[in-house]
């Protein structure tokens, strides 16, 4: 499994944990399809994003500006929480691109651009708070 799709499915979990309060290892297998096979990277983001949870949201609600994460969609939610983690946690992953391949699944998810220029927003603001260069 590509690490792209991994973030899809990913998001996908994440968005069905929050909405229906089941676990990781039942959510992503429910964002798989028939006969695919979650990927390492896959269960370590779910997991990951869901266990720092506390800390990845104290993040985004401190670079959020006018708005609460709370108002935010839950897609939005999820792929902003999945973006922090990876720039937190993940010592393998440069930030670029982590925030670059949430612009890319904010405008996939969303079908707007203006999701992808918030979110990249957002989380640039993160990676400048975590002391991370944002330069490509």
């Known amino acids: ?23 990781a290892e ?7 399809e028939e006969g695919e096979e979650a990927s390492p990277f896959l269960y370590e983001l779910v997991r990951g ?7 990845i949201d104290s993040y985004l609600e401190e670079a959020l500006e006018h708005w609460t994460l709370n108002r935010l969609t839950r897609i939005d ?6 973006c922090v983690f990876e720039m937190k946690y993940m010592d393998d992953m ?18 707007e651009e203006e999701s992808g220029r918030f979110v990249n927003g957002v989380a640039s603001k ?3 708070m975590l002391g991370e260069s944002t330069a490509e």
């Open 49 to 55: 994003t869901l266990e720092h949870g506390g800390e």
């Open 26 to 32: 039942e959510a992503v297998e429910a964002a798989l």
């Open 94 to 111: 440069p930030v670029n691109v982590s925030i670059n391949e949430a612009i890319d699944l904010a405008k996939g998810f969303n079908g």
């Open 1 to 23: 499994m590509k690490r792209r799709v991994a973030r899809i499915k990913s998001v996908q979990a994440l968005y069905q944990v929050e909405m229906t309060g089941i676990s």
């Open 77 to 82: 939610r999820a792929i902003l929480r999945q």
């Open 126 to 128: 993160v990676a400048s």
